[in-house]
């Protein structure tokens, strides 16, 4: 059984990563499955520290990007919307180059809050970074 709201497409959820950091960034959500969302992210020039591996910044960019639209996709859009309130990462391996994939679960879907964990994996499906997601739920107006 489902956990989204509705029935949301891939096509649609990357619609709405054009023209902000994501997009400039070339994330693309890649699966949404029954209870978690997936999305792969370049390692790059864009995405790069200056010693040549994938920035901890944008390993966390993916993960709040993942987890924020998973939990948005939660909520009946037209009364809620979710925004963050913490996030956390570590940084476990490095990664210099390839596309990282990461997958996003609900933790805890609760009534006014929501935790996501976020596990971020190099090429080579080795794990580089996991992240947690706290989400508030506020309703409109």
């Not at 400039?24 to 370049?42: A, I, K, Q, S, W």
């Not at 864009?46 to 960019?61: E, I, M």
């Not at 996003?104 to 009534?111: E, K």
């Given at each position: 059984?489902?956990?989204w709201?509705?029935?949301?497409?891939?096509?649609?959820?990357?619609?709405?990563?054009?023209?902000?950091?994501?997009?400039?960034?070339?994330m693309?959500?890649?699966?949404?499955?029954?209870?978690?969302?997936?999305?792969t992210?370049?390692?790059?020039?864009?995405?790069?520290q200056?010693?040549?591996?994938?920035?901890?910044?944008?390993?966390?960019?993916?993960?709040?990007?993942?987890?924020?639209?998973?939990?948005?996709?939660?909520?009946?859009?037209?009364?809620?919307?979710c925004?963050?309130?913490e996030?956390?990462?570590?940084?476990?391996?490095?990664?210099?180059?390839?596309?990282?994939?990461?997958?996003?679960?609900?933790?805890?879907?609760?009534?006014?809050?929501q935790?996501?964990?976020?596990?971020?994996?190099?090429?080579?499906?080795?794990?580089?970074?996991?992240?947690?997601?706290?989400?508030?739920?506020?309703?409109?107006?």
């Amino acid at each position: 059984m489902s956990i989204w709201h509705g029935q949301p497409t891939l096509e649609q959820l990357n619609e709405i990563l054009q023209g902000c950091m994501p997009g400039h960034l070339d994330m693309r959500f890649t699966e949404l499955g029954d209870d978690y969302l997936v999305g792969t992210m370049p390692v790059d020039a864009r995405t790069r520290q200056p010693f040549g591996v994938l920035h901890g910044g944008a390993s966390v960019v993916l993960a709040e990007t993942l987890g924020s639209m998973a939990a948005n996709l939660v909520v009946d859009r037209s009364s809620y919307y979710c925004v963050g309130q913490e996030v956390n990462a570590n940084h476990l391996r490095p990664v210099a180059d390839g596309e990282v994939t990461g997958v996003a679960r609900a933790v805890h879907l609760g009534r006014t809050s929501q935790v996501w964990e976020m596990r971020i994996t190099a090429p080579d499906g080795k794990l580089s970074c996991i992240s947690r997601l706290t989400m508030a739920i506020v309703a409109h107006g």
